[in-house]
């Protein structure tokens, strides 16, 4: 079986991560990285000896690429994955797939028009311990889930282009959109900036599920020590993902309150907690991305939409878009429609002036 040739645009910090995992993947091969500085450019034809380094989208095109994976800044993810999909190219976006709904709207337009597969890199939702989450919550293992509290800080590098939440959360919004395949009905958020930019480094965000179920992310580029961690609790039991205990990331506690039965009871508020045994979740270690890129290509060669697809990523950015909103309003919160099930039906105008706009440029 031929393998699918792969153009990798922009080769900063994950370029090169997607270009070894690309090379590495049976089934397709990374053959060109378009980067508009000739350095970058050298050092991705002296790290791989296979790739061609290039500076148009025309020169990688001539490459004679059937995709591209772009990880490029966010600001420019929807003017590339257009091209490309106006080329005829199936289209990797790194997180997150544009800069704005409305822009999202427009690329999954495309490339339905085009008949292209459009896929978001959430690579977390490829790594199996996000998968074995999923499964021990659909299998009813932790009872009715009460919360996800989670915690992605470290002292990172600042973004010059968008802030602590947009540059963090998609992780965290990813895993919950996956994980508990529900949509919020509205979100909250509060963040500062600690520097003249003005963007802000740490941020609080809060979604609001219904039936007393709540998301908390906390996103922070200054926290002194790296903690990435989420909580799911449940009425049964609860479940930490510590992504950085990397031989026993998944451990479920057998931990929580117990309410009296009877309404006399409960009137009286009678509450028990429960503490049994802990005990860690079997994961197979295997990288994520190169799951993810095989992904990508089994869904070009079949047709079938992916995992993270753009709806998915559309969702994200919409999830973005609120809590941005939510701080410049210094909290309020933010009603959200039912995008997973309505995600189609809103926007038809932005999206063609955007497309009519685009085009002209």
């Not at 500085?37 to 059937?66: M, Q, W, Y």
């Not at 797939?97 to 292209?116: P, T, V, W």
């Not at 989420?230 to 930490?240: P, Q, V, Y």
């Amino acid at each position: 079986m031929d393998r699918i040739p792969i153009g990798i645009i922009g080769y900063g910090y994950w370029g090169p991560n997607l270009v070894r995992n690309f090379s590495a993947c049976p089934t397709t091969q990374a053959v060109a990285v378009l980067d508009m500085s000739p350095v970058r450019r050298a050092a991705a034809e002296r790290a791989f000896n296979h790739i061609k380094g290039v500076g148009t989208l025309e020169e990688l095109i001539d490459c004679g690429v059937e995709g591209v994976a772009i990880a490029t800044p966010v600001g420019t993810h929807f003017s590339l994955a257009r091209q490309c999909l106006e080329h005829g190219l199936h289209v990797l976006v790194e997180k997150p797939l544009a800069a704005s709904a409305e822009e999202g709207h427009a690329l999954i337009d495309l490339a339905e028009r085009y008949g292209k597969v459009l896929m978001v890199d959430h690579t977390y939702l490829f790594g199996n311990p996000v998968r074995r989450i999923k499964q021990i919550i659909e299998n009813d293992e932790l009872g009715e889930l009460y919360y996800v509290d989670s915690i992605r800080i470290n002292l990172g590098l600042f973004q010059q282009d968008v802030n602590v939440i947009w540059d963090l959360a998609p992780h965290d919004l990813s895993i919950v959109d996956y994980v508990l395949g529900l949509d919020p009905r509205s979100i909250s958020a509060w963040g500062c900036a600690h520097t003249p930019s003005g963007i802000e480094d740490i941020a609080y965000v809060n979604m609001d599920y219904g039936d007393h179920l709540l998301a908390n992310l906390h996103v922070n580029w200054m926290s002194p020590v790296k903690v990435r961690q989420m909580i799911f609790a449940g009425s049964k039991k609860s479940l930490i993902f510590n992504e950085l205990n990397v031989t026993e990331p998944i451990k479920v506690y057998d931990r929580g309150i117990e309410l009296g039965e009877g309404p006399e009871a409960s009137r009286k508020l009678q509450i028990g907690y429960r503490s049994g045994d802990v005990w860690s979740s079997f994961v197979e270690s295997r990288e994520a991305l190169q799951t993810m890129v095989a992904h990508f290509g089994d869904c070009i060669r079949t047709g079938d939409s992916p995992l993270s697809d753009a709806r998915l990523g559309l969702r994200v950015v919409r999830y973005l878009e609120a809590a941005t909103r939510s701080i410049r309003a210094q909290g309020g919160r933010v009603v959200l429609s039912n995008n997973r099930h309505n995600g189609d039906s809103n926007g038809r105008v932005e999206r063609s002036q955007l497309l009519a706009h685009s085009a002209g440029r």
